[in-house]
Structures are given as structure tokens and as C-alpha cells.
T-cell receptor, first 114, second 120 residues
Framework: AQKVTQAQTEISVVEKEDVTLDCVYE???????LFWYKQPPSGELVFLIR??????QNEISGRYSWNFQKSTSSFNFTITTSQVVDSAVYFC???????????FGTGTRLTIIP | DAMVIQNPRYQVTQFGKPVTLSCSQT?????MYWYQQKSSQAPKLLFH???????NEADTPDNFQSRRPNTSFCFLDIRSPGLGDAAMYLC???????????????????FGPGTRLTVT
């Protein structure tokens, strides 16, 4: 069985602050994929990043960065210099290789205060 | 641009009146999914099609049905909507399978904008 835990239900930060969203996962498989999705108030789930289990390189894309650590089963997401447009619900998700169904975390609602 | 399209974006139906939500994709993905999402919750998978093979989740009520007439289109039918079925319905696609193809697999799911269903 697999599980994704996003312990932070809601986070509020003042604009321009950095913020890290935590994601911890459980799986027995050795090959799997991890994802982050953003869901703004409009409702559409927007794919942000995919990481596979044998690639622990951290990734940076503009103000976004992701830290994948297999030793702690974590895949954390950091937004630097936050902006109001970053306000959304963020979901972490897990896909086991050979499966086509995502396991979602419960989501973290991020509010950026102007 | 390749995308996932859902129509309508907003749907109001009466209690017990059948309703159909539609999803189309131009990504040529072989898997299509239907999710139900209620306020402040993660999306909940209702069912998915892997090519023509229908896969129902064990806890999806019989009230929910789906059709996939071709690769591009998938429909969600709610036979007798109840007040508890009011939610956002999300369609998604992916292409994770191992069938021969010209393009690499796509493990991430791409979502449409959703249809918000209101039941009166």
C-alpha cells in the first residue's frame, strides 16, 4: 500500500517570504514517481514536476525548487520570494511503476498575504 | 496546444435528473480518468479507462457510469444525482503504459479545468 502525507494543512506567509511545503510518502516499491500539482482557485490541477525514484537530484525552476530525499521518504517543495499568485492548494502525489493510479496527499493550502 | 477539455464548466441539475459531463483530449493519451473533488479534499478517483478497458474503483457508487467511445472522448454519467454529488469533477489523462509507441511514456496526469456540478 502507498500513502502520501502532507502534514501542513494551511500555511500563510507574507509576500516575498520563502515557504517550504512538506511531503512524506510511503511505498514498498523501489520504482516510483513523485509529483507536485498546484490547484489555484479556478480549480484546475496544474502539473508542476515529476521525479522518479532513482533520481535524487534537486531541481530548481525559477522561484520553485524541489528537494527529494529517499532516506527520509520526503519530497519537499520550496517557493522563494513568494508572490500572491502562488496562493493555491498544492498536492503531492505518488505513482508506483506499473500502476496508472495516483495516490494524492491531502493538500496544503498556501496563502500569500500582500 | 494539446490539452484536456471539459464541458460544461458549470452544470446545474435537479435532484434525480440524469446529467452527463464530457471530457476530450488532444494529447492522444491512452488512459483517461474521472475524479470527484469536494471542498477542501484531495481528488477522489471514480474510475479510469486504460485504452478501452474500464476500471471502476470499489467505492464508486453505481449511480456513476462512464463511456469512452474513442481515444479522445470520455463521458461521466450520473444517473440520479443526489445533493451529495455536488462537487467538482475533474478529467485527466496520462500515457504510462508499455505499449509500443513513438513517443515516450507520460507518467504525470494532465487535468482538465473541471466541471462544477450543482444539484438543486
Amino acid at each position: 500500500a502507498q500513502k502520501v502525507t502532507q502534514a501542513q494543512t494551511e500555511i500563510s506567509v507574507v509576500e516575498k517570504e520563502d515557504v517550504t511545503l512538506d511531503c512524506v510518502y510511503e511505498t514498498r516499491d523501489t520504482t516510483y514517481y513523485l509529483f507536485w500539482y498546484k490547484q489555484p482557485p479556478s480549480g484546475e490541477l496544474v502539473f508542476l514536476i515529476r521525479r522518479n525514484s532513482f533520481d535524487e537530484q534537486n531541481e530548481i525552476s525559477g522561484r520553485y525548487s524541489w528537494n527529494f530525499q529517499k532516506s527520509t521518504s520526503s519530497f519537499n517543495f520550496t517557493i522563494t520570494t513568494s508572490q500572491v499568485v502562488d496562493s493555491a492548494v498544492y498536492f503531492c502525489a505518488l505513482l508506483n511503476f506499473g500502476n496508472e493510479k495516483l495516490t494524492f496527499g491531502t493538500g496544503t493550502r498556501l496563502t500569500i498575504i500582500p | 496546444d494539446a490539452m484536456v477539455i471539459q464541458n460544461p464548466r458549470y452544470q446545474v441539475t435537479q435532484f434525480g435528473k440524469p446529467v452527463t459531463l464530457s471530457c476530450s483530449q488532444t494529447l492522444n493519451h491512452n488512459v483517461m480518468y474521472w475524479y470527484q473533488q469536494k471542498s477542501s479534499q484531495a481528488p477522489k478517483l471514480l474510475f479510469h479507462y486504460y485504452d478501452k478497458d474500464f476500471n471502476n474503483e470499489a467505492d464508486t457508487p453505481d449511480n456513476f457510469q462512464s463511456r469512452r467511445p474513442n481515444t479522445s472522448f470520455c463521458f461521466l454519467d450520473i444517473r440520479s444525482p443526489g445533493l451529495g454529488d455536488a462537487a467538482m469533477y475533474l478529467c485527466a489523462t496520462s500515457s504510462p503504459g508499455d505499449i509500443p509507441r513513438a513517443t515516450p511514456p507520460t507518467y504525470e496526469q494532465y487535468f482538465g479545468p473541471g466541471t462544477r456540478l450543482t444539484v438543486t
